[in-house]
């Protein structure tokens, strides 16, 4: 689905606005947010009791608004689930719901707060973004009712999305995402009938939003840059890191660097979950990035980014994937493959035996290539380079091809895979 949020008899004036008032650089900002959880999720709570919850939770994100703000922040990003946790049932998040309408209404809630009903998040929401002159993005639920003569409509009468929204600094609501690829565990909302590719212009830059999980799949996060040419992506997530492969800080910044794309990459923070990490990603480098599993503390963290990167010289060119993998010859090896487990998937790994050299290492059609040269090689530390081309099945289901150069755990090579917390060894060259 295609979003459209300017009124058609608006849309000339607002283009020649951005154009006059464009910015070539802008400030970012996110907030990495402890959020506040309700004592229990398994009976339905009051509205009243719901709302008492999220305010409180609002009232941490304001201060981080207004503290953004006063730095020269153009826009913030705040965390999935930031306003209410993320353990619930359908029955229990309900109260927490509210209408969201699509930003074609033209709607500040903070002006005209009972237009679409009772919304008293969206109201607060838009007057944070208002009062502080700066655009808001935030993660909340939305609610839409249905009858019999939708033949998907749920038994209860009512979709429930997992739903971004962003008010712009006048507090008028811009963009509405309902998350595509919901993570298993999120029972209390339904999957949208299409992806979204929600879109929408600012004096600094063309944006698009998705959420947490939806960057793993083509639809929508791959589309929404290459084919609508965003300059930056707004990433509400509530990430939580498993080693080595999935953790946020690596792989948020390596998927901007990837994708050419600014990435603007909001977490929760609950260290018994393993969830942090977040920062603000450009094309060409990390600009910042928060990962702590000691305190249970929110982060601010502010950047200046390039507003429209793909018109700068220094915008990386596109890279050939399928060309370079044609073109590369597997390196002769006589040492033994060995398997190893990560995250339930079984890959296929060599061991990196000398400080520099090139291997290779393949599992069904997949082959991955390391040229490398290490600083010194530790006889504490042994690193493989790894391949798993094949079904994922465990918490939902879904193909990968990875290429993987990871320290084992130990110096046994059946530990290859397990997580490790820290690595001493330091690379001069890699080049997988």
């Not at 935030?138 to 939708?150: E, R, T």
């Not at 300059?231 to 948020?252: C, E, G, M, R």
């Amino acid at each position: 689905m295609i979003t459209s949020y300017f009124p058609k008899c608006v849309a000339v004036f607002a283009l020649s606005v951005l154009s006059v008032g464009a910015l070539d650089t802008f400030i970012a900002a996110v907030y990495e947010h402890a959020v506040i959880l309700p004592n229990g999720t398994q009976t339905p709570v009051p509205k009243e009791e719901a709302l008492l919850l999220m305010n409180k939770n609002i009232d941490v994100l304001e201060k981080a608004v207004k503290l953004a703000a006063r730095q020269g922040a153009h826009i913030i990003v705040t965390p999935e689930d930031g306003i209410y946790g993320w353990v619930f049932t359908r029955e229990t998040i309900y109260p927490y719901l509210e209408d969201i309408p699509h930003p074609e209404v033209n709607w500040i809630p903070c002006r005209d707060p009972q237009r679409f009903g009772h919304t008293p998040v969206q109201e607060r929401l838009s007057c944070m973004a208002k009062d502080n002159s700066i655009y808001v993005v935030a993660n909340i639920g939305d609610k839409k009712p249905c009858n019999a003569s939708d033949p998907e409509c749920p038994p209860d009468g009512r979709y429930q999305y997992n739903t971004d929204v962003v008010f712009d600094s006048e507090g008028r609501l811009v963009a509405r995402y309902h998350k595509y690829n919901l993570f298993a565990p999120e029972i209390q909302f339904d999957f949208p009938k299409d992806s979204e590719f929600v879109t929408f212009d600012t004096p600094f830059g063309k944006f698009g939003i998705f959420t947490c999980f939806d960057i793993f799949s083509h639809d929508p996060a791959v589309v929404v840059v290459n084919e609508f040419q965003v300059d930056s992506i707004l990433y509400p997530t509530a990430w939580y890191n498993t080693l080595p492969l999935l953790s946020a800080v690596p792989f948020h910044s390596a998927w901007a660097r990837a994708m050419r794309v600014n990435l603007l990459a909001a977490n929760t923070h609950n260290t018994s979950m393993h969830m942090t990490g977040s920062g603000i990603y450009a094309p060409e480098a990390v600009k910042v990035y928060y990962y702590d599993m000691e305190t249970e503390s929110g982060q601010l963290m502010l950047s200046e980014l390039k507003s429209r990167p793909r018109r700068e010289t220094t915008y990386p060119a596109a890279v050939d994937w399928s060309a370079y993998a044609r073109g590369v010859k597997p390196f002769p090896s006589e040492q033994p493959d060995f398997p190893g487990m990560i995250y339930f998937d079984e890959f296929t790994f060599t061991e990196l035996q000398k400080n520099t050299g090139n291997y290779t290492v393949c599992q069904k059609d997949l082959c991955c290539h390391l040229t490398y040269q290490m600083s010194e090689k530790r006889t504490d530390e042994v690193y493989a380079l790894g391949a798993f081309d094949g079904l994922h099945t465990v918490e939902g289901q879904y193909y990968l091809q990875i290429c993987t150069l990871l320290k084992c755990q130990t110096t046994e090579l059946r530990t290859c895979g397990e997580p490790a917390g820290s690595a001493f060894t330091r690379f001069h060259k890699t080049d997988v």
